[in-house]
């Protein structure tokens, strides 16, 4: 399967906390991104990560790539009970024309206000 | 930004008749866009890349058949699930790129399926 792994597969904190989710890739990839997705909805792009940048910041969110280790972590900081949903890691496969998006299996993160 | 608008939300139908779920670009063109499936508390699966103005790609394993993917028109992609069953049921998600935003999907929100 080319599907990415991501641990945990559930995370709960209070808010004000910190929540690290980490995500691990098989394939070379060309980027990396993550993505949010309340329950029973679509999804929402949050950031992207190239291949060669190792870390980057957009508002309370951190991510890293570790290329040589074929993962990533996506850190929000301060968290909110809004911040209550599943966080996915997409990574991008370039196959023959089309390019692709494969997402990693989740985390489910409860924000306990 | 990009705007993805799926339709319909959720339906509900009878085993053995055939579902269409829409998917449209509203504010931009889309000559790709993607259909996944989800089922509870998983990822998304790819089940195939549509191609405005030829054939859909499938994922290894997806019956074309079973899955009819239309993109006929630069805003427009349809999946429709024939003869569906119990086992079709699951939440299907449509994703599109933006041109000048070519790194990043977005998303439509959502048809919940569920067939009796």
């Known amino acids: 399967s080319q599907q990415g792994e991501e641990d945990p597969q559930a995370l709960s904190i209070q808010e004000g906390e910190n929540a690290t989710m980490n995500c691990s890739y098989k394939t070379s990839i060309n980027n990396l991104q993550w993505y949010r997705q309340n329950s029973g909805r679509g999804l929402v792009h949050l950031i992207l990560i190239r291949s060669n940048e190792r870390e980057k910041h957009s508002g309370r969110l951190r991510v890293t790539l570790d290329t040589s280790k074929k993962s990533s972590s996506l850190l929000i900081t301060a968290s909110r009970a809004a911040d209550t949903a599943s966080y996915f890691c997409?990574?991008?496969?370039?196959?023959?024309?089309?390019?692709?998006?494969?997402f990693g299996t989740g985390t489910l993160l409860a924000v306990q206000p | 930004g990009a705007v993805v608008s799926q339709h319909p939300s959720w339906v509900i139908c009878k085993s053995g008749t055939s579902v269409k779920i829409e998917c449209r670009s509203l504010d931009f063109q889309a000559t790709t866009m993607f259909w996944y499936r989800q089922f509870p508390k998983q990822s998304l699966m790819l089940m195939a890349t549509?191609?405005?103005?030829?054939?859909?790609?499938?994922e290894q394993g997806v019956e074309k058949d079973k899955f009819l993917i239309n993109h006929a028109s630069l805003t427009l992609s349809t999946l429709t699930v024939t003869s569906a069953h119990p086992e079709d049921s699951s939440f299907y998600i449509c994703s599109a790129r933006s041109p000048g935003l070519s790194e990043k999907l977005f998303f439509g929100s959502g048809t919940q399926l569920s067939v009796l």
């Open positions: 997409a990574t991008r496969l370039l196959v023959g024309a089309t390019n692709k998006l494969i």
């Open positions: 549509s191609n405005e103005g030829s054939k859909a790609t499938y």
